[in-house]
T-cell receptor, first 111, second 114 residues
């Protein structure tokens, strides 16, 4: 079946450090891939997406590239800020009726 | 610009009680979803709806019921609350229900069953 596996946390980084959160997927068809972010006490918000192989999604300095050959969609940011502290979820959807989420990775950025 | 609104924010139930979690969206989205979020488990789909009058089961529907009488509202009903239903519940909607149409989430309802 369809599923997403993402790097376990928590992750703690100093401000301006480089961030990578790994995400790999298994899908029966041709999925669209997403990264969502959840700030404390809030619902999930779409951070970025990619709908086909080799697409790069980007937003707010975050980037992720859809790699079909490695079935991966790793999230990266060159220089994190305290305001990036949140939980990050990788997700996929093949049909649109169902979205499959990873378990979430908690990021804390310290000044 | 409210988006997806969920009520209540918090609730404590005793075992065997019932309650309805409310969800409404003002974006005229056809697709609506209910997820539960358990620690370390990610989000699991409970039920979804592709339009008014149409609902379908997700991964974990047991113990829950839903209805969709209007485009805007998608309430989730717990009939006989059990401790296993202690979780954070999120309602979401999307415009097209296609794989590249992202989900818009409410802020969640934290439910504790004791």
């Amino acid at each position: 079946g369809d599923s997403v596996t993402q790097m376990e946390g928590p992750v703690t980084l100093s401000e301006e450090a480089f961030l990578t959160i790994n995400c790999t997927y298994t899908a029966t068809g041709y999925p669209s891939l997403f990264w969502y972010v959840q700030y404390p006490g809030e619902g999930l918000q779409l951070l970025l997406k990619a709908t086909k192989a080799d697409d790069k999604g980007s937003n707010k300095g975050f980037e992720a590239t859809y790699r079909k050959e490695t079935t991966s969609f790793h999230l990266e940011k060159g220089s994190v800020q305290v305001s990036d502290s949140a939980v990050y979820f990788c997700a996929l959807s093949v049909t649109g009726n169902q979205f499959y989420f990873g378990t979430g990775t908690s990021l804390t950025v310290i000044p | 610009n409210a988006g997806v609104t969920q009520t209540p924010k918090f609730r404590i139930l005793k075992i065997g009680q019932s309650m309805t979690l409310q969800c409404t969206q003002d974006m005229n989205h056809n697709y609506m979803y209910w997820y539960r979020q358990d620690p370390g488990m990610g989000l699991k789909l409970i039920y979804y709806s592709v339009g008014a009058g149409i609902t379908d089961k997700g991964e974990v529907p047991n113990g829950y019921n839903v209805s969709r009488s209007t485009t805007e509202d998608f309430p989730l009903r717990l009939e006989l609350a059990a401790p296993s239903q202690t979780s954070v519940y999120f309602c979401a909607s999307s415009y097209a229900g296609t794989a590249n149409s992202p989900l818009h989430f409410g802020n969640g309802t934290r439910l504790t069953v004791t």
